[in-house]
């Protein structure tokens, strides 16, 4: 079984500065994927990054990368140079191969607030 | 290139009604992923549909069911509706069907309202 646990439940950040939100994860297979999607109020979920189990460098998508250290099981999200429009809730996800199939696992999400 | 579309995209039914939501995923994906999302809370896995069958299933009750079509739109079927099963349904499509970085993308949702 896996697991996600996204300990912040709300977030506070200064336009223009970077952001990190916290992801850690759990599972018994050697082979996952870790995601991270965006959910503004409207609804609906957007996808941000992806890094995989066996990638060797963090994954990078424009302003978000993602720091993944895999002993610590953790895959942090950073946001540089926040926006105003970067206010949402995230949620880590996480995707096991093999017999899990499509089934992606969901952190409880962090609301982030980005101030003027 | 057109996304994920739902429909409809709000509902309101009563306890003990039938409930039908659509789906079309993007444009070359053949897998559907459907989730339910509670609010306050992250997505929970219902259903994945690949090439039409069943490949995956949730914790949950035999009143939900799903299929997917030739063209590989789906349908997610809610029988005997609860005040429970109010949420959001979200359907996500993919290439693939057991691949770790296969990534889904989200449609914008149904929401469901059961008084």
């Known amino acids: 079984a896996q697991k996600i646990t996204q300990t912040q439940p709300g977030m506070f950040v200064q336009e223009k500065e970077a952001v990190t939100l916290d992801c850690t994860y759990d599972t018994s297979d050697p082979s996952y994927g870790l995601f991270w999607y965006k959910q503004p109020s409207s609804g609906e979920m957007i996808f941000l990054i992806y890094?995989?189990?066996?990638?060797?460098q963090n994954a990078t998508e424009g302003r978000y990368s993602l720091n993944f250290q895999k002993a610590r099981k953790s895959a942090n999200l950073v946001i540089s140079a926040s926006q105003l429009g970067d206010s949402a809730m995230y949620f880590c996800a996480m995707r096991a191969s093999g017999t899990s199939y499509g089934k992606l696992t969901f952190g409880q999400g962090t609301i982030l607030t980005v101030h003027p | 290139d057109a996304g994920v579309t739902q429909s409809p995209t709000h509902l309101i039914k009563t306890r003990g009604q039938q409930v039908t939501l659509r789906c079309s995923p993007i444009s070359g994906h053949k897998s559907v992923s459907w989730y339910q999302q509670v609010l306050g809370q992250g997505p929970q896995f219902i259903f994945q549909?690949?090439?039409?069958?069943?490949?995956g299933r949730g914790n949950f009750p035999d009143r939900f069911s799903a299929r997917q079509f030739p063209n590989y739109s789906s349908e997610l079927n809610v029988n005997a509706l609860l005040l429970g099963d109010s949420a959001l349904y979200l359907c996500?499509?993919?290439?693939?069907?057991?691949?770790?970085?296969?990534?889904?993308?989200f449609g914008p949702g149904t929401r469901l309202t059961v008084l």
């Open positions: 890094q995989g189990s066996y990638d060797q």
């Open positions: 549909y690949y090439e039409k069958e069943e490949r």
């Open positions: 996500a499509s993919s290439f693939l069907s057991n691949i770790a970085g296969d990534t889904q993308y």
